[in-house]
């Protein structure tokens, strides 16, 4: 049996490594392990169990849950069955629920519990496709009925004994998936309207998986913490994809709230998080260093303003002087060192960046204190990563060089085009669209940029985010709305000005640093929301605005600004799941404050 399915590799991996762990999961605070024995025996049950519930070649199932280990039994159950799996978010509303049950036709909906399971019967009348409904976690649902929804154990089971009957039957199945089958649909988090739905074959996912090990060098030493939604394409990479080709431990955190607790009990070796974490950490560090005792504070002082000397030279790829390399090597000893571990990094050698742009100056922050933070780029249509910082090979304001065996070239009009094994195979039920994102094999990312002089890759924009002022200048929003989150008080920022006289900024505060703020200065507030209008936080983010003024052209600077009294979600529709802001969105719902400024 050759491995060139995703079942296939995920065998050959599970006998390869037996009893071995493959992942942890944390239970009533213990950290229950899984062997890949054990793993590859719940998929085998999974797929058996899918089959007997009537799931064919070619048919769908969705999954609507937080990162677990069932939810990568059903992922590589279903297509061991020659199916394909479906993500859902679990922050999705019922109606966008309803969508892409709907829309993909699935014929069994894996929920994670109660919660979940509500918003599927809330819209079942309106996906006739769907016939069974399995639950992963029944707690509150003990005396719920219904002969279509069963329970983890209960369809375990229903596998378990549909194996003995046919124990020929999975192996069988295995052989019959081809290579060029459709193995997932990851419906896009677009940042506007009804998601589509992006197919993507086992070649695909496989090539993908097999070249990022070898850039990345993962073997199943490593081991890494998975939290973000496996419904993107992203974490789907991390946590099922390359442990599968390379053997690499994964360890569930426990929720989202968990993660920094996750992080310093697992001290993984590799880390990918999106922006707004590293974003997170930094402000974390930022807020700890403040409530220190004045020694530490100081010392912090030095030892930072070392770490980004060094960082300037060596992301210059200029030669560290030997007093600042000594400096530094001390700065490590006595601060950094007890920093990474604090954060849960002191083991990692590989922390990455993607889904969306990171700040320059938070990758200076993090290499300077011994945490080489790497930038990937890439796009669900090409499953997951186009251009990465490969080794140290790191250009700030880049995301690096493409991947080997993909092939990246510049339109006129400056758009990025991606060709290589690992373009998907055209949306589904879609074949317009198809043909006008993939022309001539050439698949069109919707993103403008350009090549440096040593072939990295500079992203400039979202094509149709760029802002074109009543002056006629070509502004580049994700720049200056990155420099204005480097402050620790700035969550999020969107820049408006496309066809307007100057640019404007709704900006979001970060509740922890900006209520620590007013805490300290005795600042009367009640709510997050009485804090955004009280003159002091007004005046204190005018003030960060100016100094991101500063370091911009006069075109680009700005100009006005408002804070949003209310938290932006993902829940609410104005950030996706990996917490891009949906523009169009925000700009139809925000209009009268937008039209204050002008």
Not at 128 to 151: C, I, Q, T, Y
Not at 288 to 315: H, S
Not at 445 to 464: A, H, M, P, Y
């Amino acid at each position: 049996m050759g491995a060139g399915t995703v079942p296939a590799k995920f065998l050959e991996t599970a006998r390869k490594f037996g009893d071995r762990v493959a992942l942890r999961e944390k239970e009533f605070g213990i950290w229950r392990e899984i062997t890949w024995n054990e793993y590859a025996r719940d998929v085998r049950w999974t797929c058996m169990s899918l089959v007997s519930l009537g799931l064919e070649k070619g048919g769908c199932i969705s999954v609507l849950s937080e990162n677990n280990p069932k939810w990568l039994a059903a992922d590589i159950g279903c297509q061991s069955a020659g199916g394909i799996t479906v993500g859902i978010y679990t922050t999705n509303a019922p109606f966008e629920v309803q969508y892409i049950l709907y829309h993909s036709e699935s014929r069994v909906a894996m929920v994670e519990d109660e919660e979940q399971l509500d918003k599927v019967l809330e819209v079942w009348g309106e996906c006739p496709a769907l016939d069974w409904v399995v639950v992963f976690d029944m707690e509150g649902l003990r005396h719920f009925k219904n002969d279509r929804v069963m329970s983890w154990d209960e369809f375990m089971e229903r596998g378990r004994n549909t194996d003995r009957e046919n124990p020929e039957r999975y192996e069988e199945m295995v052989q019959s998936v081809e290579p060029d089958d459709v193995a997932i649909f990851i419906y896009t988090s677009g940042t506007t309207g009804m998601p589509k739905a992006a197919m993507l074959s086992h070649r695909n996912i496989l090539w993908t998986s097999d070249m990022l090990v070898e850039v990345w060098g993962t073997s199943e030493k490593d081991e890494i913490l998975s939290f973000l939604p496996l419904a993107h394409i992203a974490e789907r990479t991390n946590s099922v994809l390359g442990p599968m080709t390379s053997g690499c431990v994964v360890s569930f955190a426990e929720n989202i709230d968990t993660v920094p607790e996750d992080l310093r009990e697992v001290q993984p070796t590799i880390y990918f998080a999106v922006p707004r974490f590293w974003e997170k950490f930094y402000t974390g560090v930022y807020i700890t260093m403040k409530d220190a005792i004045w020694i530490a504070r100081a010392a912090f002082r030095w030892a930072e303003r070392l770490g980004r000397q060094v960082a300037e030279y060596q992301l210059g790829h200029k030669p560290v002087p030997t007093w600042l390399r000594i400096r530094h090597f001390l700065a490590d000893k006595l601060v950094f060192k007890n920093v990474r571990r604090s954060l849960g990094m002191d083991r990692s050698r590989l922390l990455i960046s993607g889904a969306a742009p990171v700040s320059p100056e938070i990758l200076k922050f993090f290499h300077g204190m011994g945490l080489p933070l790497r930038e990937v780029y890439g796009q669900t249509e090409g499953c997951g990563p186009t251009s990465t910082h490969m080794g140290d090979d790191i250009v700030i304001g880049t995301v690096g060089k493409p991947m080997p065996g993909i092939d990246v070239r510049i339109a006129e009009d400056g758009e990025i085009l991606v060709r290589g094994p690992n373009v998907f195979q055209g949306y589904f039920k879609n074949p317009d669209l198809t043909s006008e994102t993939i022309v001539d094999g050439w698949l069109h990312s919707g993103d403008v940029g350009e090549f440096d002089g040593q072939g990295n890759l500079k992203i400039t924009d979202r094509k149709k985010d760029i802002i074109i002022t009543s002056g006629g200048k070509n502004i580049t929003p994700q720049h200056i709305e990155n420099e204005l989150k480097f402050s620790p008080y700035i969550s999020d920022a969107i820049i408006i000005g496309d066809r307007r006289k100057y640019l404007t900024a709704l900006i979001m505060l970060d509740e922890e640093t900006i209520m620590k703020y007013a805490q300290d200065e005795r600042i009367p507030f009640t709510t997050y929301k009485s804090l955004t209008q009280a003159p002091e936080a007004v005046k204190l983010i005018g003030k960060e605005v100016e100094e991101v003024n500063k370091k911009l052209a006069r075109v680009e600077q700005v100009k006005k600004f408002r804070l949003l009294d209310i938290k932006l979600t993902s829940e609410d529709g104005e950030l996706t799941a990996t917490m891009k802001l949906k523009r169009r969105m925000i700009n139809e719902k925000y209009k009268d404050l937008i039209e204050s400024m002008y």
